[in-house]
């Protein structure tokens, strides 16, 4: 009853009489064609804006995957400096995130809309930073300096390219469905990405033949000069050859970059869906921050996919449209519950079962389910918490940009905190750099790190999740309200 009292304070004398039925079963104002036209997306656009996450995940994943060995082997970095650089490279978008969402939610519109310029200027220096991280500086002083300047660089840079990215999702379309569809096109590119990312890294660099170093073999041969001189010829091709390698990956994955972000440029248009509500008024950055964080659903999604995505780094690209029909068939909470949980038995199994690469790689194909899982839901459930700020404060409007700049920042700063604790920790248990054969201590850690810390953080942010308000009947609540804005 006060939902339908607070649907005819709304609309009451401000509407069209005819009526039609939306794709959620609800009656709302019949919209003229070329309103239906602007709502509608074009599979084109759902595939040229779902190309345009690839780079973000290709670099991401490259440098999840390889930038603690590249600082480690190849730098030749101590630990300590290695995980320094790793965490404050993320601490860093502590400061870099909200700031650049308040000014994209500051940024006028214009011809290419108000996401589209931050994104099209972002992308050349950010490919550039991204090269100069894999390259070895001819200086052995400050080389720490050099490698921390370049990464938080690229993560400013990358944060102007992501943030608006992100946010765009709110500008493609004003139908939840429609948005729905677009994020998992998406997600799928984005677990492609991660695939690619890692792939042409670990590809390019394989193919450079890196002996692994025995420090055995090593000590037995400085007694005689003979075997010393070949192995240091041998460790000093096994540099150059790492380096030049690295340094071949970024380039390709920097041209990748740059293709996507032209794609996403010319195959989406940018839609001004504020049209409809009441006139924006510009807030100090205090003021929306505190409007955004002050929001409960938005804070308890976050908090709940902070802890799970410290868990989660991996692919699972078939099983995203099973999770889209799931989460639309029996509500997105559920499929939380269902998709997050699917990964802690295997979790278990990985560490409790001896080497054997069958169960590896079965492991890693049933365990992909709940990745999917993890990547698609959270950005398709952020539209909605988005949704239920408007609604519940018709007068505050465009602070999507803010919205999604603090998820980013969160879903960086658990991969910055997972890399950073995963190389103090092996720093603590005695990693060895170059060697082929580790401590029983090392393998202990990397079986913690892989299993039980990620089993609790799961355990953690469900329980969190518990406290989300926002169900089917409530989304399509607001969905209702929207519209009757829109339309006023």
Not at 66 to 81: E, R, Y
Not at 97 to 121: A, E, K, N, Q, Y
Not at 362 to 389: E, K
Request: hydrophobic share 50%.
């Amino acid at each position: 009853m006060e939902r339908e009292h607070g649907a005819e304070q709304f609309s009451s004398g401000l509407l069209p009489t005819a009526k039609t039925v939306n794709q959620d079963g609800i009656k709302v104002p019949k919209l003229s064609p070329q309103q239906e036209r602007k709502r509608a997306l074009t599979v084109w656009s759902k595939v040229c804006f779902a190309i345009g996450g690839a780079p973000y995940q290709i670099t991401g994943s490259a440098l999840g995957f390889f930038l603690q060995i590249f600082l480690l082997d190849v730098a030749l970095l101590d630990p300590l400096n290695a995980s320094v650089i790793l965490f404050v490279g993320r601490a860093w978008d502590a400061v870099t995130d909200p700031t650049v969402g308040f000014l994209v939610s500051r940024t006028p519109w214009t011809r290419h809309g108000r996401m589209m310029p931050w994104i099209l200027i972002s992308t050349t220096p950010a490919v550039m930073c991204y090269f100069l991280i894999w390259v070895v500086p001819p200086i052995e002083q400050g080389k720490m300096w050099w490698y921390l300047l370049f990464y938080c660089l690229f993560q400013t840079l990358q944060t102007c390219f992501h943030v608006p990215y992100s946010a765009l999702t709110m500008f493609i379309s004003t139908e939840q469905k429609e948005r729905d569809s677009a994020t998992a096109y998406r997600m799928t590119v984005e677990v492609l990405g991660t695939v690619v990312g890692t792939a042409i890294q670990g590809q390019i660099v394989g193919m450079a033949n890196i002996p692994c170093i025995n420090s055995t073999s090593l000590t037995n041969s400085s007694h005689h000069s003979m075997h010393g001189n070949n192995s240091q010829i041998l460790l000093d091709s096994k540099v150059f050859n790492e380096r030049r390698a690295y340094m071949i990956a970024s380039a390709v994955i920097s041209l990748i970059c740059v293709l996507c972000a032209v794609v996403l440029f010319f195959g989406v248009t940018e839609q001004d869906n504020q049209s409809g509500l009441k006139a924006q008024k510009h807030v100090s950055f205090r003021r929306g921050l505190r409007l955004v964080m002050s929001h409960g659903p938005y804070v308890k999604l976050v908090l709940a996919f902070l802890f799970t995505s410290l868990a989660f780094m991996l692919s699972a690209t078939l099983t995203i449209p099973m999770w889209q029909w799931f989460l639309c068939r029996f509500g997105k909470k559920t499929a939380v519950y269902i998709g997050i949980t699917w990964a802690v038995p295997f979790m278990i199994v990985v560490v409790c079962v001896n080497s054997n690469l069958f169960v590896s790689y079965i492991v890693s194909v049933a365990a992909g389910a709940s990745v999917a899982a993890a990547f698609l839901l959270p950005w398709s459930m952020l539209p909605d918490v988005v949704d239920d700020f408007k609604v519940q404060n018709p007068t505050s409007q465009g602070h999507e940009a803010i919205f999604y700049s603090f998820y980013v920042f969160f879903t960086k700063f658990a991969s910055g905190v997972s890399l950073g604790v995963s190389t103090l920790a092996l720093s603590f248990a005695g990693y060895v750099p170059g060697v082929c054969v580790q401590s029983d201590s090392v393998n202990l850690t990397l079986k913690m790190l892989v299993s039980a810390a990620p089993v609790s953080l799961i355990a953690l942010g469900l329980l969190i999740f518990k406290m989300y308000p926002i169900n089917e009947e409530r989304r399509q609540y607001n969905n209702k309200q929207l519209q009757l804005l829109l339309l006023q």
